[in-house]
């Protein structure tokens, strides 16, 4: 809580992430949907795939989708927003550009 209680005292971030070592090795990092900050977690996997997925989360409010996700997102494991961990999954729908583009 320090962390994101004195990350940006002046408030001029939209998204502040941060890259810590893993405390949970089940997961590869952590935000709030929306946020001003989010966690990445020291991995072997790739950094960049998950510090897109963890922004897309905090700065654009999208969510996880699996299997079950609604239309054109279900089954969709080639997404950045996939709930796994998966190489090369660097997909966005137009949906998803749309409600990015929305936030800006």
């Known amino acids: 809580m320090a962390i994101i209680n004195n990350g940006d005292p002046g408030g ?60 054109e997102l279900a089954g969709d494991s080639d997404n950045i927003m996939w709930h796994q961990f998966c190489p090369n999954k660097w997909r966005l729908r137009k949906g998803q550009w749309s409600d990015i583009q929305a936030k800006q």
């Open 12 to 71: 001029t971030h939209d998204v502040i992430v941060y890259y810590v070592d893993n405390p949970d090795k089940s997961y590869t990092g952590m935000s709030p949907v929306p946020g001003t900050y989010c966690f990445v977690y020291d991995t072997s996997q790739d950094e960049r795939i998950t510090t897109a997925h963890k922004l897309g989360h905090a700065r654009f409010e999208l969510y996880d989708i699996d299997n079950n996700g609604p239309g």
